[in-house]
């Protein structure tokens, strides 16, 4: 079967296809201006030559001062905010003007505002040569993750202190991703808050209006959107996650910038170095063994290297011909280029395992299982995930940081359902949290009850959605409750007074391909395969969203359940954050 669509390629191709190659100018050669929006999106999913090789000679920021280049027409990307027309328009004001003609292209569907500002302007007005309104507006961060581009969005929707939760601006950019993937799915949401159900009107209201005046929007499919409030699974974003990525990002985070990771090796002389290497879908190592246990990334790691060096030893040609010289001499950057790849990704393993098997770190691994597995890898029953926390904080008093130490502990507070304010203040007195219990204080912001017995805390109703691949690991043995709330739907299992639709009436399961991959894990819940259909128009899609943030546990989560059932999963939020930024947003609350 085919993997899904990718959100990647899908923003590229509207770029390229849609806008570059749509402006053929008599000069040739054009000019980009894009808005800080834009640029972000093309910078996601763009090479420079994609742009250069179809004839666009400079990017320039619609918001900053630029050189004027009146012989030549230039081609506007930008959100449809009447201050983008206006900056548009202000291009056309002086005399010679700053572009010969304007070809305007809005990531979303503009408002009449906007549309109105560009009939108005009598200089504006003759230049454009085309205005078209597309659905990009947001950001492919991987092939099947996509993020609102917005930091701020955890405050913004959970904040007490917050004027309203954004939920309005939020349906707008995802009613976008459904429309670019040609989806006008039911839209779900958790019916115990509030806001997640306002998000999911607002998001139901948007698709349906753009479903309208948009022939490619399916609407007799069984795809469904799902909006998961974040509140159901704070552990997701506190636990440490032994898989290659989430790994890296978290443990490795102070020698990362954004994607830029340093990485610190020993040259052949015995001396130390640094190089910045980008982790990307480029490289084939990181984007095949990223989901992976470390443990596993590093024995298949090794072993393709050995592999690998095998087969260019037996390659050697000892004969002294000037081909057989210049043959390998050709290969040698390559055979370099590709060493170095096997030496960055054993390295970075290595680094992980050192990080993760400290003293504290690694015991805070163990209870942090056991807490949210509620029992120990031999099986036996942990009955107070407090004491558990209590234990390890007393054990290794003299070791791990404050922010480890909150992360263990807000586990164990959402696994037993809230904490008393006697063990709250004695715990943070004993691991020493100082400022930072502010965030264990804030989850009350999710409705969790903290300071008190929480008999009345919801918990999410689990089923058995582990990776056998993972789950033989004693470090990996719990899922994230996303999965759980993914297979369900996709199987027809997920519970419909907890997770209702907007409208419409809900799938009883989502068509699962014949290329199913049964593991113990889905024998139990996995429908009788259909045929494998290579019309993409009969792919069945499911988009769940989780306001505020989303981690790479989840992501991880979403790859799985698709290459298990068949079911293009794509997953989003505003964005994508690793423990240590998600509880300096908490805190921030």
């Known amino acids: 079967m085919a993997p899904p669509p990718s959100l990647k390629e899908l923003v590229r191709d509207q770029i390229i296809n849609l806008v570059i190659k749509a402006v053929n100018p008599e000069s040739g050669w054009k000019v980009l201006v894009v808005d800080a929006v834009a640029l972000r999106m093309i910078s996601a999913c763009c090479a420079m030559t994609d742009l250069t090789d179809n004839d666009v000679t400079i990017v320039e920021d619609l918001g900053k001062t630029r050189q004027p280049h009146p012989e030549m027409d230039a081609i506007y990307l930008c959100y449809p905010a009447v201050s983008n027309v206006k900056a548009i328009e202000n291009d056309f004001t002086t005399v010679p003007s700053m572009y010969k003609n304007a070809h305007i292209f809005f990531i979303d569907a503009a408002v009449d505002a906007a549309i109105a500002t560009i009939g108005r302007s009598v200089l504006l007005k003759p230049r454009v040569k085309c205005l078209v309104e597309l659905n990009m507006n947001f950001i492919p961060k991987e092939d099947l993750v996509f993020t609102l581009d917005a930091p701020h969005g955890l405050n913004e929707f959970y904040s007490p202190a917050s004027h309203h939760t954004g939920a309005r601006d939020a349906a707008v950019h995802i009613a976008s991703m459904c429309a670019a993937l ?23 209201e948007r698709i349906q209006l753009l479903a309208a005046t948009d022939d490619g929007m399916k609407k007799t499919k069984k795809s469904q959107l799902l909006i998961v409030d974040r509140a159901e699974d704070l552990s997701a974003m506190l636990v440490h996650e032994l898989t290659y990525q989430a790994a890296v990002y978290d443990l490795l985070s102070d020698r990362l910038d954004g994607d830029v990771i340093t990485n610190k090796y020993t040259d052949g002389k015995g001396q130390a170095r640094e190089k910045q290497v980008v982790l990307g879908a480029h490289d084939e190592i990181w984007d095949t063994l990223r989901y992976e246990h470390v443990d596993a990334v590093g024995a298949k790691v090794t072993a393709a290297l050995k592999t690998f060096q095998a087969e260019n030893a037996a390659s050697v040609d000892t004969g002294n011909s000037q081909r057989a010289l210049r043959e390998m001499m050709q290969r040698a ?9 096997f030496s960055l990704h054993i390295g970075l393993v290595s680094d992980i395992i050192d990080a993760a098997f400290r003293p504290f770190e690694a015991a805070c691994v163990k209870a942090e299982q056991n807490m949210l597995c509620r029992k120990d890898k031999n099986g036996k029953k942990v009955k107070d995930p407090i004491a558990e926390v209590d234990h390890l904080f007393t054990e290794q008093l003299a070791h791990g940081t404050q922010i480890d130490k909150v992360r263990a502990l807000g586990i164990a507070i959402e696994a037993a359902g809230g904490v008393p304010n006697d063990d709250l203040d004695r715990l943070c007195q004993l691991g020493k949290l100082g400022p930072h219990r502010k965030a264990l204080d804030n989850f009350v912001h999710f409705g969790l009850p903290v300071g008190h017995d929480a008999t009345h805390h919801q918990k999410p109703h689990r089923i058995d959605s582990g990776n056998p691949d993972l789950t033989k690991y004693d470090t990996s043995r719990w899922t994230p409750v996303v999965k759980d709330l993914m297979m369900g739907a996709v199987i027809g299992k997920l519970d419909s007074s907890r997770y209702p639709a907007v409208a419409g009436k809900i799938p009883e399961s989502m068509e699962v391909a014949k290329a199913v991959k049964q593991t113990s894990a889905n024998r139990r819940w996995a429908p009788a395969p259909v045929e494998e259909d290579d019309d993409d128009d009969g792919r069945n899609r499911l988009i769940v969203f989780i306001p505020g943030v989303v981690g790479l546990n989840e992501i991880r989560c979403a790859h799985e359940i698709s290459e298990q059932f068949g079911v293009d999963v794509y997953i989003g939020s505003h964005c994508v954050s690793t423990p240590k930024d998600f509880l300096a947003k908490v805190e921030a609350l």
């Not at 040609?182 to 139901?204: D, Q, W």
Request: hydrophobic share 35%.
């Open 182 to 204: 040609g989806e006008a799915p039911i839209v779900r949401y958790t019916a115990s808050s509030e806001k997640c159900m306002e998000l999911a009107n607002f998001t139901h």
């Open 333 to 341: 950057p390559q055979k370099q280029a590709k060493t170095a790849l």
